[in-house]
Structures are given as C-alpha cells and as structure tokens.
C-alpha cells in the first residue's frame, strides 16, 4: 500500500452499495444527479476522488458501464465490477502482461486507478456484520463505516455523516493503544 497518510487528511472515499441490478436500473439522468450530489460533498470534505462500487452482483457486469464525472477538484468514478478477486487477479494479470514488477505498490496502483491513493474511507450500505465481497484489497487501512440504509436511499446527507464520523477517529493504520 501507499505510505500512510496524515490522520487529519481525507483523500480518496469509497462508497459500496447497491447490486448490479439496481445500478442497471438507473437512468443515466439519475446517475448524473448521484455523482454530482455526492461529488460536492467528497468535494468539500477536501476529497480528490470519491470511488462507487456494487455491494455484490446480481447480473453481468459487463453490462453496466463505468461513469466518471469531476465535481470541483473531486474525480467521481463508479465501477461497476463487484467481484473483488477478480479485479485483484486482473490487475495482477495487467501487471504480469506489461512487465510491470509485481508488488504490494504496483497492485494498489492499478486497484485504486483513477484515484492516486488508496481509500482513507469506505462507506458501507447495509448490515454491519458483513463486508462487501466487491472489495478485497482496499479494506487494509481503511476506516469502515456502515451505513444503515438501501442503496436507492443514499444521498449526501448519509455521505456527510460517514464523513464526520471519520473526521472524529484517531486513526492507527493497523497500530494498537498502549
């Protein structure tokens, strides 16, 4: 991973929910007004990219196209790939395919793309005693908050509150209270 970064510093949020079915689902006027709403207030919270991601598949990925849209200095992408394995073992693939070297670094890089660090904060909708099997690699350093609510619910005020809720952490990057 990423050196770590300073506590106080938000830069790249991640939020999960919803299937595949759901993001299908929605029109693409929808999908514009998500990203922007949810864009300014990554924006605000001083975050250079906010990344969406399906909680799990319900239909073929392949059929839900990626959309990126930047909202002040904010890179908003939502990727429709819910199968974290996979993209692990794709990027690895990518990798081993461009000669790359192998390593913790090389392998976050292409997860985290577009977004040039590895997720400060993930965003979780739904039950909190389940981890979205869409993410693998990125849970490593990040803060986790869950959000009690469906996907077709969440807007920015649920955005702002997993914020706050991270502002007031002391982070420990895997370290432990003496």
Request: aromatic residues 6%; glycine residues 8%.
């Amino acid at each position: 991973m990423n050196a770590v970064p300073d506590t106080a510093v938000l830069r790249h949020v991640i939020v999960v929910g919803g299937t595949l079915a759901e993001w299908q689902s929605a029109s693409d006027d929808a999908w514009s007004e998500r990203l922007s709403e949810l864009g300014k207030v990554a924006d605000h919270a001083g975050a250079n990219w906010l990344t969406l991601r399906p909680y799990s598949a319900t239909a073929d990925d392949s059929a839900v196209r990626e959309r990126e849209r930047s909202v002040g200095n904010c890179l908003v992408s939502a990727h429709p790939q819910a199968d974290g394995r996979r993209r692990v073992a794709d990027a690895v693939a990518a990798l081993q395919a461009s000669g790359s070297p192998i390593s913790e670094s090389s392998i976050a890089h292409v997860l985290n793309a577009p977004a040039g660090a590895d997720p400060d904060l993930v965003v979780v909708l739904g039950d909190g005693n389940r981890l979205p099997p869409s993410l693998v690699w990125e849970l490593a350093y990040s803060e986790l908050v869950f959000i009690p609510t469906e996907w077709a619910q969440f807007g920015a005020a649920h955005l702002e509150d997993a914020i706050n809720s991270f502002t007031r952490r002391n982070r420990r990057f895997g370290g432990v209270d003496n």
